[in-house]
């Protein structure tokens, strides 16, 4: 008896990884009676051929289509536990993705780490809503929004930093080498401020609140 079927794709189908239930007899069906046996739609059938379903022979010139039974079965109940197979490993990305992007600590991590990813889908749900609304509120900030404020006050902080060797020396008759001194620390300041707002605002997924750091501890 034959175990494996070659489909159009070029993959082999294993008939013997998949037979018929008990009690049911094989045997060769039009369309209409294979869309039948599976409670489908004639349309769907013709749906499955597209999509590389066994055919015994094409219909053609007023012949009608004949199936396997036992091909047409094997090759659904392979397509279906892919797409299973497909949608759990869909599931374990996206709870892994939500462990990520919400940036738990290893407590909470350790904690929360048997949520089931329906768990964490109505949770990341739940919390895109309240974050919506935190947002229309003025509670929250989008991160690219964030980001041009930065921007702005870095321009105006370096304007500050740049003229103020200059003030302090002619303010303070501080030395050439106390203003040197005092330059090299203003451009520590600009450097180090900016590295800290580009890794504070490149974290995933983060949303910066309002008020809640002052300019992030500049």
């Known amino acids: 008896m034959l175990t494996t079927v070659t489909l159009v794709d070029g993959s082999v189908l294993d008939l013997a990884a998949w037979p018929l239930p008990e009690g049911m007899e094989d045997g060769t069906l039009n369309r209409a009676q ?8 004639e349309n769907t059938i013709t749906k499955w051929i597209s999509q ?32 299973r197979a497909a949608k759990a490993q869909g599931d374990r990305l996206a709870a892994q993705a939500a462990l990520a ?3 738990l600590d290893e ?12 768990d964490l889908k109505k949770w990341s749900e739940a919390e895109y809503h309240r974050n919506r609304v935190a947002e229309q509120r003025g509670d929250l900030v989008r991160a690219g929004r964030m980001r041009e404020l930065l921007e702005e ?5 370096g304007n500050a930093l740049d003229t103020l060797p200059d003030f302090c020396e002619l303010n303070f008759s501080l030395s ?3 203003v040197a001194k005092l330059q090299e620390r ?17 974290r ?6 309002m008020g809640a750091q002052k300019a992030l501890d500049l």
Request: glycine share 4%; net charge negative; hydrophobic share 45%.
């Open 34 to 41: 294979l869309a039948r046996a599976f409670s489908v739609s």
């Open 52 to 83: 590389g379903m066994p055919v015994m022979s094409d219909g053609q010139n007023g012949v009608a289509y004949e199936f396997r039974l036992r091909h047409c079965y094997a090759w659904r109940m392979e397509r279906d536990a892919r797409a």
């Open 101 to 103: 992007f919400r940036n």
């Open 107 to 118: 407590d909470q991590a350790e904690e929360e780490a048997e949520l089931t990813a329906d």
């Open 153 to 157: 006050l870095m321009v105006s902080f």
């Open 176 to 178: 050439a080498e106390q």
């Open 186 to 202: 203003c451009d520590a300041a600009r450097i180090d401020a900016r590295a800290r707002i580009e890794a504070a605002l490149l």
């Open 204 to 209: 995933p997924g983060e949303v910066v609140a």
